[in-house]
T-cell receptor, first 116, second 113 residues
Framework: DTAVSQTPKYLVTQMGNDKSIKCEQN?????MYWYKQDSKKFLKIMFS???????INETVPNRFSPKSPDKAHLNLHINSLELGDSAVYFC???????????????FGPGTRLTVL | GNSVTQMEGPVTLSEEAFLTINCTYT??????LFWYVQYPGEGLQLLLK?????DKGSNKGFEATYRKETTSFHLEKGSVQVSDSAVYFC????????????FGTGTRLKVLA
């Protein structure tokens, strides 16, 4: 009954490889996000999808490509991995509102990516 | 633009001490304000939230009051426990259609027995 799940939890790979991280939410939310958390715990938004449409694309290298096959899934593919990509990647979801009040986000457990 | 500033850590306290983690924000209008907690090896989870001025969010003994006049949302707990050791994030989100949440840099709390 996990709300937001990510796979894999750990990912160790060599520089130059291509890898994917998968995210699924069973909360019925319409918006999903990818965040990158560095070693100092700083959290940076990367992408956001609303109803499968890309709405936030922060300054992220083109090597990162999100894909949302449906509202419940948001995957992250990374090409040509670099040492600096080592971090914890979090998926999150929320239900958007039309009014002023904002709903909270629900986070997955994270995927720790280590690039050697 | 919108931003969140929270006190730098780490904060080290003895068990049963009083906790305050400061958070101030910059935003026009009335953003929704959140505190999230991240326990070691886990994702962030919502601790409490407030959506309008003078609202007080509370959960698990933690409290924070939405202060519009000082643009602050400080987190407090009267008596911390070792199990409260975690990283705490202040965040805001504003308006419809923006879909973006702004997080502070996080404050690590360590509670000693």
């Amino acid at each position: 009954d996990t709300a937001v799940s990510q796979t894999p939890k750990y990912l160790v790979t060599q520089m130059g490889n291509d890898k994917s991280i998968k995210c699924e939410q069973n909360l019925g939310h319409d918006t999903m996000y990818w965040y990158k958390q560095d070693s100092k715990k700083f959290l940076k938004i990367m992408f956001s999808y609303n109803n499968k449409e890309l709405i936030i694309n922060e300054t992220v290298p083109n090597r990162f490509s999100p894909k949302s096959p449906d509202k419940a899934h948001l995957n992250l593919h990374i090409n040509s991995l670099e040492l600096g990509d080592s971090a914890v990647y979090f998926c999150a979801s929320s239900q958007e509102t039309s009014g002023r009040v904002r709903n909270e986000q629900f986070f997955g457990p994270g995927t720790r990516l280590t690039v050697l | 633009g919108n931003s969140v500033t929270q006190m730098e850590g780490p904060v080290t306290l003895s068990e049963e001490a009083f906790l305050t983690i400061n958070c101030t924000y910059t935003a026009t209008g009335y953003p929704s304000l959140f505190w999230y907690v991240q326990y070691p090896g886990e994702g962030l989870q919502l601790l409490l939230k407030a959506t309008k001025a003078d609202d007080k969010g509370s959960n698990k003994g933690f409290e924070a009051t939405y202060r519009k006049e000082t643009t602050s949302f400080h987190l407090e707990k009267g008596s911390v426990q070792v199990s409260d050791s975690a990283v705490y994030f202040c965040a805001l989100s504003k308006g419809s259609g923006t879909y973006k949440y702004i997080f502070g840099t996080g404050t690590r709390l360590k509670v000693l027995a």
